[in-house]
């Protein structure tokens, strides 16, 4: 059983800086796509960023200059680095992983979520 734990969520006032990390675990093969992606209170799940195994990365528009997804294949763990943090990035942040399991099952696993609130 393949697992994602996320951390690094918290309070922050505007202008601050968080780092938000996810680590697989469990009978992993191989993790494809990584990402994360947020919820604010009334609102859709939205993508963030992703990065491929190839490190190709992707971000929206919202937090282009100012996020860095990143990633650690050796330990199956995928960063997000915040920097000029506003109060309407405030969200549950989830960690998301296209994996293989050891079993050959192909499927997307997602984090429990980890709040992060920005304070103006």
């Known amino acids: 059983q393949v697992q994602l734990a996320e951390s690094g969520g918290g309070l922050v006032q505007a202008g601050g800086s968080l780092r938000l990390s996810c680590a697989a675990s469990g009978n992993i093969l191989t993790i494809h796509t990584m990402g994360w992606y947020r919820q604010a209170p009334g609102k859709q799940r939205e993508l963030v960023a992703t990065i491929t195994s190839y490190v190709s990365t992707n971000y929206a528009d919202a937090v282009k200059a100012r996020f860095t997804i990143s990633r650690d294949n050796a330990n199956h763990t995928v960063y997000l680095q915040m920097n000029t943090l506003k109060p309407e990035d405030t969200a549950v942040y989830y960690c998301?992983?296209?994996?293989?399991?050891?079993?050959?099952?192909?499927?997307?696993?997602w984090g429990q979520g980890t709040q992060v609130t920005v304070s103006s």
């Open positions: 998301n992983a296209g994996l293989v399991d050891t079993w050959y099952d192909e499927y997307d696993l």
